[in-house]
């Protein structure tokens, strides 16, 4: 099962992705997480210690493999380079494992934005092309407010293609904007999960501004989500209200991918 989680800066995709993540590997699944955001903090997320996040090494910043897998430099725009550079093996190289969950940290190609065509580029887009592709096994991703490390023969073969929405016109702007990217891509549905949500208000609020997008739960504001953040601790071992919320949520995942006449449902 293959899950991408996208949203406005600040609206709690990391808090979802691992939560689910965690919530997957409870339940049995071998987990991959993917820390696709620059401003990366899934790691914290997942309550891996600050000394030990020190130590991971966005694969973007690993100038060696980058060279030695696509034959160019790291910013070596223009220059000639492998478009298709060996992969399979790095998940299983240089992930961290935390409680049993592969987490990879992807950084970003240091030379210019979401259009660089440059060897890291290159080696990003094909190491997620792989892990959503030939990995057996649930693959989160947690991504910026875009699509940027995805492409048309990637947005297939995701399960569960989710847009994090807290009740605000600045958050759902971006829902839709996201949506519209992704089908540009072929996504075939985008759906949401409201977050921050206070009462029944906020729920409608959400469906109401973005229809034709599938809600798939809420995740209520939480003093206990906030607490966790404050504390720099696992948000799952933590918030026993978010973890129920997010069972429910990992259960209409399931639901979907065994309706999916691509996975289980012919």
Do not use: W
């Amino acid at each position: 099962m293959k899950i991408a989680v996208t949203g406005k800066g600040g609206v709690g995709k990391t808090t979802l992705s691992s939560a689910l993540a965690r919530a997957f590997s409870e339940a049995g699944h071998r987990v991959l997480v993917v820390d696709a955001d620059p401003d990366a903090n899934l790691a914290q997320s997942l309550g891996i210690a600050q000394s030990e996040i020190a130590k991971i090494k966005p694969i973007a910043l690993m100038a060696d493999l980058i060279e030695e897998r696509t034959g160019a430099k790291p910013g070596a725009g223009g220059s000639i380079f492998k478009l298709n550079p060996k992969v399979d093996d790095i998940p299983d190289e240089f992930a961290y494992v935390h409680k049993g969950i592969k987490l990879l940290v992807m950084g970003r190609a240091k030379t210019g934005g979401a259009g660089c065509y440059c060897p890291e580029n290159v080696l990003l887009k094909s190491l997620i092309r792989h892990l959503i592709l030939r990995r057996d096994e649930v693959v989160v991703l947690d991504m910026e407010a875009g699509i940027e490390h995805l492409t048309r023969g990637t947005t297939g073969s995701v399960d569960a293609f989710i847009v994090v929405v807290e009740p605000g016109g600045r958050s759902v702007q971006t829902a839709k904007q996201v949506a519209s990217l992704a089908s540009d891509l072929g996504v075939r549905q985008v759906y949401v999960v409201g977050n921050k949500v206070r009462g029944a208000e906020d729920r409608k609020f959400i469906e109401d501004n973005l229809p034709g997008m599938e809600v798939l739960g809420f995740l209520s504001y939480s003093a206990e989500v906030i607490n966790a953040d404050l504390r720099a601790v696992e948000v799952y071992d933590n918030c026993p209200g978010l973890v129920a919320e997010v069972e429910v949520i990992k259960a209409r995942i399931e639901a979907l991918a065994a309706d999916s006449p691509e996975t289980g449902g012919e």
